[in-house]
């Protein structure tokens, strides 16, 4: 059984940075492409960024959604089957609750690991509020 257990969430000040960490267990991490999402209250669930499935060689091309190029940064270790999303610059129009998502799919495209159905695992969770 696969499960994506978040951490890192908060309270957090406009301007202020965070880490999510999203650990992978029962499944092989390496073979998947894992992806973040967000749902703010009231609001659908928005495609946040996404890390492609492999090694060193063969993986870690990354897809933002254009609100957080160059704010946030996702990057995955491995051995730690672990996947993180670095959150600088935060903006009140961030505060959501994040989760993360574990997709078999071997497509690596911007309609695929941005659309929720391609994503065969899910997390819980984390809160992020950001706010002064």
């Known amino acids: 059984q696969v499960q994506l257990v978040e951490s890192g969430g908060g309270l957090v000040q406009p301007g202020g940075s965070l880490m999510l960490s999203c650990t992978v267990s029962?499944?092989?991490?390496?073979?998947?492409?894992m992806g973040w999402f967000r749902q703010a209250p009231g609001k659908e669930y928005e495609f946040v960024a996404a890390?492609?499935?492999?090694?060193?060689?063969?993986?870690?091309?990354?897809y933002y959604r254009d609100s957080v190029k160059g704010r946030f940064t996702v990057s995955r270790d491995n051995v730690k089957n672990t996947v993180y999303l670095q959150m600088n610059s935060l903006k009140s129009e961030d505060t959501a609750g994040y989760y993360c998502?574990?997709?078999?799919?071997?497509?690596?495209?911007?309609?695929?690991?941005?659309?929720?159905?391609?994503?065969?695992?899910w997390g819980q969770g984390t809160q992020v509020t950001v706010s002064s």
């Open positions: 998502a574990a997709a078999t799919t071997r497509f690596f495209t911007p309609h695929v690991v941005g659309t929720r159905a391609n994503y065969n695992y």
């Open positions: 029962g499944g092989t991490f390496s073979t998947y492409t």
């Open positions: 890390i492609k499935w492999g090694g060193s060689r063969t993986g870690g091309n990354t």
